[in-house]
């Protein structure tokens, strides 16, 4: 609606409304968090986890409904349908921009259960959002190098704890959880330095998904499995600053409903067997979501020449 005003206009708007969407959602999300830690009773647990999802759900709604006043963006929603659930499930993506919370928010609002992300732990420090989403219960992960793992293999010990407490909390408050398999956000030079052998992605990494799998894959129906592209928003570009420019303009969005099986779901920590079937088989996910990417680019390209 208001995408047709000047970019350092549109600029200072987004950067009035979303973090005060954030900031006048956080607030009541951290004083329920605190009531919850303060009375630890379940009746109490349950209550606030209910108001927290329901504000939750108000801070989505307020985020779609700023995309759409200063951004004119077109959507691309293919591949499989999204069926309205009520029971917990996994969706997984590729990770391009801090845009991708708001777009997959958006992508996935009113079809499946309120969205849990897997966080790097420094965004805990943010200001109300950090708070925020710890009293949501998202786990929050470190993501340790090979090199520092292999020299204090303790270390992986917090974020498998991290993962395995937020799975206990869907047992009783279905939630969606969200994960960036590739564990950052994919450029060019990180690839590199990563020595991917895909083009439009890092290496993925296997652990909390993994381990989110086999806590919750009986309790679960399926995992979506999402491949996003901004053809138009690529790097060296910045879709968020683009975003929040009211420049962002076409978003694809690939869905892939995944029925859970055994085979996806077992004992990643103590069954080599399933590890190594499991991080193969997701290695075979990445390299056709990476085909997937470069026709999308190609013909988001044909599209744009014609």
Known sequence: ???????????????????????????????????????????????????????????????????????????????DEIPKIKKSCVVISNHLSWADIIILCCVYRGRIPTTKFFMKHSLIYIPFVGLACYALGMPFLRRYSREKLLKDPKLRNADIESTKKACRRLATNPSSLINFVEGTRFTPVKAKLARSQYQNLMPPKAASVAIALGEIGKDIDYVF??????????????????????????????????????????????????????????????????EKITKILKDSIKKAEK
């Open 225 to 290: 499995n999402t491949t996003l592209v901004y053809p138009h928003n690529r790097y060296p570009s910045k879709p968020f600053i683009d975003l929040l420019k009211g420049k962002l303009k076409d978003v694809y969005a690939d869905i892939e409903l995944v029925k859970v099986t055994p085979e996806i779901s077992g004992d990643y920590l103590g069954d080599k067997a399933y590890k190594h079937q499991f991080t193969m088989h997701l290695r075979d996910v990445w390299q056709e979501k990476d």
């Open 1 to 79: 609606m208001l995408a047709f005003l000047p970019s350092p206009v549109l600029l200072l708007l987004n950067c009035i409304l979303i973090p005060l969407n954030c900031i006048v959602i956080a607030t009541p999300i951290m004083i329920l968090g605190l009531i919850r830690i303060l009375i630890p009773l379940s009746l109490i647990a349950n209550l606030c986890e209910q108001c927290n999802f329901w504000l939750y759900r108000i801070w989505v709604f307020d985020n779609a409904m700023i995309l759409k006043l200063t951004n004119n963006i077109k959507w691309h929603i293919s591949g």
